[in-house]
């Protein structure tokens, strides 16, 4: 089983809607991030979390929230999708010792139309 | 602007050759560098680190070199084959992680 899962893969909506990416993980990890990433620009941060009491803004947190209802989950939600937020969406977990990679789920495909 | 980023967007490569991929960073209190390989529909997958303290650190058939004084962070891979195929990243840390916007690696046979 991966270690880190993200659900839906793939999702296509329409301008104005509520969506919620949902991200779990087996690690056992205490740290979640989310990332999107675009053409050209590489992976750009919109929130992370140290533990379910600790949440903190990225660079792109504007048009997003996020909830860490467990260690191993990490939801992200767009209140008000635009079109604009189309990308793909990965969320990421890692240890907390000083040297720790960080591993990846499969992604979301997020359309919006 | 970035302050991670790739020279080249694309590399193309004959299948046994090595391959060199570049990387520019900008923040020189940058402790931490790691470099991911993401293959097409999938998430990045961690490759090697290497910690600022080090220059070189070798895997199996990849080395990552760290030039501090330049700034400069590349990733050697060595006999390329065609599942080398992919988009490669690197990242650097001060706080999080910021990442570079990736060399698309292309292997011919």
């Known amino acids: 089983d991966a270690d880190v899962t993200q659900t839906p893969r793939n999702r296509i909506t329409k301008t104005g809607k509520r969506i919620m990416l949902e991200c779990s993980q087996t690690?056992?990890?205490?740290?979640m991030y989310w990332y999107r990433q675009d053409p050209g620009l590489g992976l750009r941060l919109i929130y992370y979390?140290?533990?379910?009491?600790?949440?903190n803004k990225g660079e792109i947190s504007d048009g997003y929230s996020v909830s860490r209802q467990a260690q191993a989950k990490f939801s992200l939600s767009l209140e008000s999708a635009i079109p604009n937020q189309t990308a793909l969406y990965f969320c990421?977990?890692?240890?907390?010792?000083?040297?720790?990679?960080?591993?990846f789920g499969p992604g979301t495909r997020l359309t919006v139309l | 602007g970035e302050s991670v980023g790739l020279h080249l967007p694309t590399l193309s490569v004959q299948e046994g050759d090595n391959s060199i991929i570049n990387c520019a960073y900008s923040?020189?209190?940058?402790?931490?560098f790691i470099w991911y390989k993401q293959e097409s529909g999938k998430g990045p997958q961690f490759i090697i680190d290497?910690?600022?303290?080090?220059d070189k650190r070798q895997g199996q058939r990849v080395t990552v070199l760290l030039n501090k004084t330049v700034k400069h962070l590349s990733l050697q891979i060595a006999a390329t084959q065609p599942g080398d195929s992919a988009v490669y990243f690197c990242?650097?840390?001060?706080?999080?992680?910021?990442f570079g916007a990736g060399t698309t690696v292309t292997v011919r046979a």
């Open positions: 690690k056992g990890h205490d740290r």
């Open positions: 923040n020189s209190a940058s402790d931490y």
């Open positions: 990242a650097e840390r001060v706080s999080e992680l910021s």
């Open positions: 290497i910690r600022s303290n080090m």
């Open positions: 979390s140290f533990d379910v009491k600790d949440i």
């Open positions: 990421a977990t890692t240890g907390t010792g000083s040297y720790n990679d960080q591993f």
